[in-house]
């Protein structure tokens, strides 16, 4: 199945690259730029021998985010999965 | 109506019946909870020193160029010409280890702002890390995060990480160290302390918005043992941003240097309340701060939230009414934020208003200075020693091949090549490295004089574990040997006193015994302890580290031109040992690489032989007489002796283009060495035993006589010859070992290989 | 050197917030006693009338989205646009050169390092074009050795544009062993055929990643390699002069 991640900073914490991106936006014209928070996006394929049920697959991927993908300290995340 | 706290809320934030007592004495009753979240931060162990400042009155603190001690952001030290060094060392080892990338980052962050706080241009950094073994994917893991947080920040601050020592014990495992030191250079007269002063002036901040960093962060980390709850306590990283410090670092020295503002300090452990209440505090004037007024990065935040936050790169300044446009022009022009959130009074009072409303009413003075003192009656650990380890061969026995122990030893993480860590490192940038990272020191030169400045870390914890006082009093004798040996003079020290818990007895005894051995080297070598850092709590789950009374030493040249490096230069050089012949096995790398075994009676440094000893060296660099000079430290003589010849292929200071190849760049060939030891017993510890005071030098032959009555009654050996592409050691007509330098190189270069 | 004493040629360093080597430009630059050297603002608009301007390296902008891609907004960058339009001379050092991509006034784009470390090295440069106003002093095959310290300095560019700056004589430095003949194990960062620096059809806008300004003084440990890059500017510039 094919799997969607989403990483952004955690809420409270510190996103220098999105304060900095949101101070230089209106300086190219575009005014009521608020709330700039950059992540990272992340595709994969999971399809684990003698497949998986979309309940495990759920844990799985949590557990892919929670250990690697994702820094749990300072990012939260989330993930869309789609079979086929 | 503000609300009141009770004991229970004290003890809930860490404060004992004794401390809440006095501060309902301070304050006349109970206080409010702005003013007990400000008293627990600022008498917690992070803020106040409380177990270790009636023994860190032991130091020397004070000499001819020391032109600010112990007390401020930074030490300073005059270096000629009206130039003036600030340096500093502070721990960040708490942080790191539940965060390693962010925890190094804001740790050079934080030290960094104490530099330019007094108005020095940071010029150069070092980093001194302890990891647990890395045969650990954990500590692997720590060690990239904290190298690479090191360079993020640093690297793009521009400037250059010069140095610095990175080790591996077990005792490191739960409770890695981060210990992060920068200098500055100034002028001499431009020096800024961080007093109010004014009555009538504002108070400014400078810089990022205040969120809900670390609160809690430094402060309470910093004052634990490591247990489970270290996963709930991790919402409080703090994430660094390192453009808006290099923004500060400009924003910041043209306001100081052109005397824009009366003064200045960074918020660092505590935030707003610790850098108000000690500038109040030292200015004998009160501060009135408006809570409400400073810009938030979250809303919601309550008034104690805001006066302890941790946000990195944020500075408080006191500026003259009729100076204020000035000061919000130079920030705007660097996009800081700049406000307004307070004023300097004669009330002696750290007053905090919120919303019209004052929510705590503290005498500054008094909570900066009538912090609790506690001395914990000192115990003498059982685990140590009176008498070295007698190597028998039953216990010890030789080694059947000596060359094979070498190359052990230069695989050693202890001992192997850093590369893999300097080489994320900016060690270039501001245009002033003359020695890069690798040898003895890093030199830098003084731009438009003839002047240099030279700086060295160390700290063996194996020594200081088997015994503090020996081990501290050898890291401060090694620091300054680096030093001569690059024939810079050693002129002044900043320490980072890493520790356990100072609540047992036994680590208190380390703590004392560590102090005294650095007091005395400090007065016999004439470095003055001029800054530093005390980190206790380095514990986890009730396993404390090996003590680490970690050496940051400045040295200076009138002439940087005379700055020698330890690298073979020239075939049939002569090479000559320096200071006792005898290594010991006791605390060795050896003992541990070779045997697995930590134990006995490390060698006591003899004081006065190493003045005479660093002496000689440097005045032999300065009268050009020296090829190369190299310490003798961990792995012993035959280390020394391939480190030299691995250096040779890089002559200059120079580096391989490609660490992998095999062969030197330009200069075509290695340089090896034959040399011969005096008959022993155990050749083994000839080669390998370690011991204080030896340095190995090398000299065109015709200087030899030179060099040697220089050294006058020094212990003087002349062990062999710069010659062929391997390293040779033979007693009498046995050879001991051969291997080629090339070889030896792939070894000392093969710390990526355990990464992986 | 002219014996007719020309008038030095006039720099302009852009400092941009983040700019970390904007100081050692201007110091290498004031080493030359053939040469005057400014800073300009990059909120300014106005080149204060030099005849070569240097992007620095550093992390603009803390290289933030990508490495160069706000400062190419700086309203000094319309200027230095124009300035490149008519002809003059553009030397963007790391941060710089990647500032030049970003503002397409160089082809290709400078990604992460294959070792996704940042890498402070010396590494040798072999000079491929010297037919530059960036490497006159130099003859082609030379060596340079001088350093690089980048996180994004893997030079990468589609295959057709590579085809057309080869045959244009565009790749000016590659990354090489000592004996000038480059290589996997010489190449930093893994940028496509080892490019280390390139300049534009014109020739009149170059970019490299490695730092010349690190490598002006023979006292340092950086050497002085770096100093033939920036003495082809000054002769370049000078017999312009002189000619003109």
């Given at each position: 199945?094919?799997?969607?991640?989403?990483?952004?900073?955690?809420?409270?914490?510190?996103?220098?690259?999105?304060?900095?991106?949101?101070?230089?936006?209106?300086?190219?014209?575009?005014?009521?730029?608020?709330?700039?928070?950059?992540?990272?996006?992340?595709?994969?394929?999971?399809?684990?021998?003698?497949?998986?049920?979309?309940?495990?697959?759920?844990?799985?991927?949590?557990?892919?985010?929670?250990?690697?993908?994702?820094?749990?300290?300072?990012?939260?995340?989330?993930?869309?999965?789609?079979?086929? | 109506?503000?609300?009141?706290?009770?004991?229970?809320?004290?003890?809930?934030?860490?404060?004992?019946?004794?401390?809440?007592?006095?501060?309902?004495?301070?304050?006349?009753?109970?206080?409010?909870?702005?003013?007990?979240?400000?008293?627990?931060?600022?008498?917690?162990?992070?803020?106040?020193?409380?177990?270790?400042?009636?023994?860190?009155?032991?130091?020397?603190?004070?000499?001819?160029?020391?032109?600010?001690?112990?007390?401020?952001?930074?030490?300073?030290?005059?270096?000629?010409?009206?130039?003036?060094?600030?340096?500093?060392?502070?721990?960040?080892?708490?942080?790191?280890?539940?965060?390693?990338?962010?925890?190094?980052?804001?740790?050079?962050?934080?030290?960094?702002?104490?530099?330019?706080?007094?108005?020095?241009?940071?010029?150069?950094?070092?980093?001194?890390?302890?990891?647990?073994?890395?045969?650990?994917?954990?500590?692997?893991?720590?060690?990239?995060?904290?190298?690479?947080?090191?360079?993020?920040?640093?690297?793009?601050?521009?400037?250059?990480?010069?140095?610095?020592?990175?080790?591996?014990?077990?005792?490191?495992?739960?409770?890695?160290?981060?210990?992060?030191?920068?200098?500055?250079?100034?002028?001499?007269?431009?020096?800024?302390?961080?007093?109010?002063?004014?009555?009538?002036?504002?108070?400014?901040?400078?810089?990022?918005?205040?969120?809900?960093?670390?609160?809690?962060?430094?402060?309470?980390?910093?004052?634990?043992?490591?247990?489970?709850?270290?996963?709930?306590?991790?919402p409080s990283v703090q994430v660094g941003d390192p453009f808006t410090e290099k923004k500060?670092?400009?924003?910041?020295?043209?306001?100081?240097?052109?005397?824009?503002?009366?003064?200045?300090?960074?918020?660092?452990?505590?935030?707003?309340?610790?850098?108000?209440?000690?500038?109040?505090?030292?200015?004998?004037?009160?501060?009135?701060?408006?809570?409400?007024?400073?810009?938030?990065?979250?809303?919601?935040?309550?008034?104690?939230?805001?006066?302890?936050?941790?946000?990195?790169?944020?500075?408080?300044?006191?500026?003259?009414?009729?100076?204020?446009e000035t000061v919000q022009g130079i920030c705007e022009r660097w996009d800081l934020d700049?406000?307004?959130?307070?004023?300097?009074?004669?009330?002696?009072?750290?007053?905090?208003?919120?919303?019209?409303?004052?929510?705590?009413?503290?005498?500054?003075?008094?909570?900066?200075?009538?912090?609790?003192?506690?001395?914990?009656?000192?115990?003498?650990?059982?685990?140590?020693?009176?008498?070295?380890?007698?190597?028998?061969?039953?216990?010890?026995?030789?080694?059947?091949?000596?060359?094979?122990?070498?190359?052990?030893?230069?695989?050693?993480?202890?001992?192997?090549?850093?590369?893999?860590?300097?080489?994320?490192?900016?060690?270039?940038?501001?245009?002033?490295?003359?020695?890069?990272?690798?040898?003895?020191?890093?030199?830098?030169?003084?731009?438009?004089?003839?002047?240099?400045?030279?700086?060295?870390?160390?700290?063996?914890?194996?020594?200081?574990?088997?015994?503090?006082?020996?081990?501290?009093?050898?890291?401060?004798?090694?620091?300054?040997?680096?030093?001569?040996?690059?024939?810079?003079?050693?002129?002044?020290?900043?320490?980072?006193?890493?520790?356990?818990?100072?609540?047992?007895?036994?680590?208190?005894?380390?703590?004392?015994?560590?102090?005294?051995?650095?007091?005395?080297?400090?007065?016999?070598?004439?470095?003055?302890?001029?800054?530093?850092?005390?980190?206790?709590?380095?514990?986890?789950?009730?396993?404390?580290?090996?003590?680490?009374?970690?050496?940051?030493?400045?040295?200076?040249?009138?002439?940087?031109?005379?700055?020698?490096?330890?690298?073979?230069?020239?075939?049939?050089?002569?090479?000559?040992?320096?200071?006792?012949?005898?290594?010991?096995?006791?605390?060795?790398?050896?003992?541990?690489?070779?045997?697995?075994?930590?134990?006995?009676?490390?060698?006591?440094?003899?004081?006065?032989?190493?003045?005479?000893?660093?002496?000689?060296?440097?005045?032999?660099?300065?009268r050009r007489l020296l090829k190369s000079a190299h310490d003798c430290a961990e792995g012993?003589?035959?280390?020394?002796?391939?480190?030299?010849?691995?250096?040779?292929?890089?002559?200059?200071?120079?580096?391989?283009?490609?660490?992998?190849?095999?062969?030197?760049?330009?200069?075509?060939?290695?340089?090896?060495?034959?040399?011969?030891?005096?008959?022993?017993?155990?050749?083994?510890?000839?080669?390998?035993?370690?011991?204080?005071?030896?340095?190995?030098?090398?000299?065109?032959?015709?200087?030899?006589?030179?060099?040697?009555?220089?050294?006058?009654?020094?212990?003087?050996?002349?062990?062999?010859?710069?010659?062929?592409?391997?390293?040779?050691?033979?007693?009498?007509?046995?050879?001991?070992?051969?291997?080629?330098?090339?070889?030896?190189?792939?070894?000392?270069?093969?710390?990526?290989?355990?990464?992986? | 050197?002219?014996?007719?004493?020309?008038?030095?040629?006039?720099?302009?360093?852009?400092?941009?917030?983040?700019?970390?080597?904007?100081?050692?430009?201007?110091?290498?630059?004031?080493?030359?006693?053939?040469?005057?050297?400014?800073?300009?603002?990059?909120?300014?608009?106005?080149?204060?009338?030099?005849?070569?301007?240097?992007?620095?390296?550093?992390?603009?902008?803390?290289?933030?989205?990508?490495?160069?891609?706000?400062?190419?907004?700086?309203?000094?960058?319309?200027?230095?646009?124009?300035?490149?339009?008519?002809?003059?001379?553009?030397?963007?050092?790391?941060?710089?050169?990647?500032?030049?991509?970003?503002?397409?006034?160089?082809?290709?784009?400078?990604?992460?390092?294959?070792?996704?470390?940042?890498?402070?090295?010396?590494?040798?440069?072999?000079?491929?074009?010297?037919?530059?106003?960036?490497?006159?002093?130099?003859?082609?095959?030379?060596?340079?050795?001088?350093?690089?310290?980048?996180?994004?300095?893997?030079?990468?560019?589609?295959?057709?544009?590579?085809?057309?700056?080869?045959?244009?004589?565009?790749?000016?430095?590659?990354?090489?062993?000592?004996?000038?003949?480059?290589?996997?194990?010489?190449?930093?960062?893994?940028?496509?055929?080892?490019?280390?620096?390139?300049?534009?059809?014109?020739?009149?806008?170059?970019?490299?990643?490695?730092?010349?300004?690190?490598?002006?003084?023979?006292?340092?440990?950086?050497?002085?390699?770096?100093?033939?890059?920036?003495?082809?500017?000054?002769?370049?510039?000078?017999?312009?002069?002189?000619?003109?």
């Amino acid at each position: 199945m094919k799997v969607r991640v989403t990483i952004t900073p955690k809420q409270g914490i510190l996103d220098p690259q999105g304060v900095t991106v949101e101070r230089a936006l209106p300086a190219l014209g575009f005014q009521g730029v608020t709330d700039v928070r950059i992540g990272k996006h992340i595709e994969l394929r999971y399809d684990p021998p003698g497949g998986v049920s979309a309940e495990q697959a759920r844990t799985d991927v949590d557990d892919m985010c929670r250990r690697l993908l994702a820094n749990p300290i300072i990012e939260d995340y989330t993930f869309e999965l789609d079979e086929g | 109506m503000t609300r009141r706290a009770d004991l229970a809320a004290a003890e809930a934030l860490g404060l004992t019946a004794e401390e809440y007592a006095k501060i309902c004495e301070i304050q006349g009753g109970e206080p409010t909870y702005v003013e007990l979240a400000i008293y627990s931060l600022m008498w917690s162990e992070h803020c106040s020193y409380k177990h270790s400042r009636p023994v860190l009155g032991r130091f020397p603190t004070s000499g001819p160029r020391i032109l600010q001690g112990p007390g401020e952001n930074a030490g300073v030290i005059d270096v000629g010409d009206g130039w003036a060094v600030a340096m500093k060392v502070e721990s960040h080892n708490h942080p790191s280890a539940v965060e390693p990338f962010q925890g190094a980052a804001t740790g050079v962050g934080g030290i960094v702002r104490d530099i330019f706080t007094m108005g020095a241009r940071p010029c150069v950094s070092l980093d001194s890390l302890r990891f647990g073994e890395l045969s650990e994917p954990r500590q692997r893991f720590l060690l990239d995060g904290v190298v690479g947080g090191i360079a993020h920040y640093g690297n793009c601050l521009g400037i250059p990480t010069v140095g610095g020592e990175i080790y591996f014990e077990p005792s490191y495992e739960g409770n890695c160290l981060v210990n992060a030191m920068s200098a500055g250079l100034i002028r001499a007269d431009d020096i800024v302390r961080a007093v109010a002063a004014g009555v009538g002036n504002h108070v400014v901040l400078i810089g990022s918005k205040t969120g809900r960093d670390g609160i809690g962060g430094a402060s309470v980390l910093a004052s634990q043992e490591f247990d489970e709850t270290l996963e709930e306590k991790r919402p409080s990283v703090q994430v660094g941003d390192p453009f808006t410090e290099k923004k500060l670092i400009e924003a910041c020295l043209e306001l100081l240097n052109d005397h824009h503002v009366v003064s200045m300090q960074d918020l660092g452990a505590a935030g707003l309340t610790s850098s108000s209440s000690e500038m109040a505090s030292k200015g004998f004037v009160g501060l009135d701060i408006h809570a409400d007024r400073v810009p938030l990065r979250e809303a919601d935040m309550e008034p104690w939230e805001i006066m302890i936050s941790e946000s990195q790169e944020r500075m408080l300044a006191i500026v003259e009414p009729a100076k204020l446009e000035t000061v919000q022009g130079i920030c705007e022009r660097w996009d800081l934020d700049c406000t307004v959130i307070g004023e300097v009074t004669d009330t002696k009072m750290l007053r905090i208003h919120w919303h019209g409303e004052v929510v705590g009413d503290i005498p500054a003075r008094r909570l900066a200075d009538e912090s609790p003192v506690i001395r914990t009656p000192s115990v003498k650990p059982d685990y140590l020693v009176d008498e070295p380890v007698a190597v028998d061969d039953a216990s010890y026995p030789p080694p059947k091949d000596l060359g094979a122990a070498l190359a052990e030893l230069l695989a050693a993480p202890n001992i192997a090549s850093k590369r893999w860590a300097w080489e994320q490192y900016d060690y270039i940038v501001q245009a002033n490295t003359v020695q890069i990272p690798g040898s003895d020191a890093a030199v830098l030169r003084i731009k438009g004089t003839g002047r240099g400045i030279a700086f060295a870390n160390d700290c063996n914890g194996r020594h200081c574990y088997l015994d503090p006082y020996r081990g501290a009093k050898a890291a401060v004798a090694e620091a300054a040997r680096n030093l001569s040996c690059a024939g810079a003079l050693p002129v002044a020290v900043t320490d980072c006193l890493n520790f356990g818990n100072p609540e047992k007895g036994e680590i208190y005894w380390q703590f004392e015994q560590a102090v005294e051995g650095i007091a005395e080297a400090c007065e016999a070598l004439d470095t003055p302890v001029v800054s530093g850092n005390v980190s206790f709590y380095n514990e986890s789950f009730g396993q404390a580290i090996y003590p680490t009374p970690m050496i940051g030493m400045l040295g200076i040249y009138d002439d940087v031109d005379i700055h020698l490096d330890g690298a073979f230069k020239d075939e049939g050089d002569v090479i000559v040992l320096l200071g006792p012949p005898a290594g010991f096995v006791d605390g060795s790398e050896y003992q541990k690489v070779h045997y697995g075994r930590v134990e006995g009676r490390v060698p006591d440094v003899d004081l006065a032989l190493e003045v005479r000893l660093q002496a000689a060296v440097r005045e032999a660099v300065a009268r050009r007489l020296l090829k190369s000079a190299h310490d003798c430290a961990e792995g012993g003589l035959a280390v020394a002796l391939a480190e030299s010849a691995i250096a040779s292929g890089a002559p200059g200071g120079a580096q391989w283009t490609d660490p992998a190849a095999a062969k030197p760049e330009r200069s075509g060939r290695w340089l090896g060495a034959d040399v011969t030891i005096g008959a022993v017993e155990r050749p083994d510890l000839a080669l390998f035993g370690e011991a204080p005071s030896r340095v190995v030098v090398t000299c065109a032959p015709g200087d030899l006589e030179a060099v040697h009555a220089l050294a006058g009654d020094l212990p003087f050996a002349v062990l062999g010859v710069v010659t062929g592409e391997s390293l040779r050691c033979t007693m009498g007509d046995e050879e001991l070992l051969a291997l080629p330098v090339s070889e030896l190189h792939g070894v000392y270069e093969s710390l990526p290989d355990r990464l992986a | 050197m002219s014996s007719a004493s020309p008038q030095p040629v006039r720099f302009g360093v852009v400092v941009f917030p983040g700019s970390n080597c904007d100081a050692d430009a201007h110091h290498a630059i004031s080493t030359f006693p053939g040469a005057t050297v400014d800073y300009l603002w990059h909120k300014d608009t106005d080149l204060k009338g030099v005849q070569a301007v240097v992007l620095p390296g550093g992390f603009s902008y803390g290289d933030y989205l990508r490495c160069g891609a706000i400062a190419r907004f700086s309203p000094i960058m319309q200027a230095v646009k124009d300035f490149a339009a008519d002809g003059g001379l553009v030397m963007g050092i790391c941060n710089g050169f990647q500032t030049l991509t970003e503002a397409g006034l160089l082809p290709g784009a400078l990604i992460r390092n294959t070792g996704l470390k940042f890498v402070c090295r010396y590494v040798n440069l072999r000079v491929e074009n010297a037919e530059t106003p960036f490497t006159r002093a130099c003859d082609e095959g030379d060596v340079l050795r001088i350093v690089v310290k980048h996180n994004e300095g893997n030079y990468t560019v589609d295959p057709e544009t590579l085809a057309a700056m080869k045959a244009n004589g565009q790749v000016v430095l590659r990354y090489c062993d000592a004996d000038g003949v480059p290589g996997d194990a010489a190449n930093p960062n893994g940028a496509v055929e080892h490019i280390a620096g390139i300049c534009n059809e014109t020739r009149n806008v170059f970019g490299m990643m490695p730092h010349p300004e690190n490598s002006v003084e023979a006292a340092l440990a950086g050497g002085a390699d770096g100093r033939r890059l920036f003495q082809s500017i000054i002769d370049t510039l000078t017999v312009a002069e002189v000619a003109s």
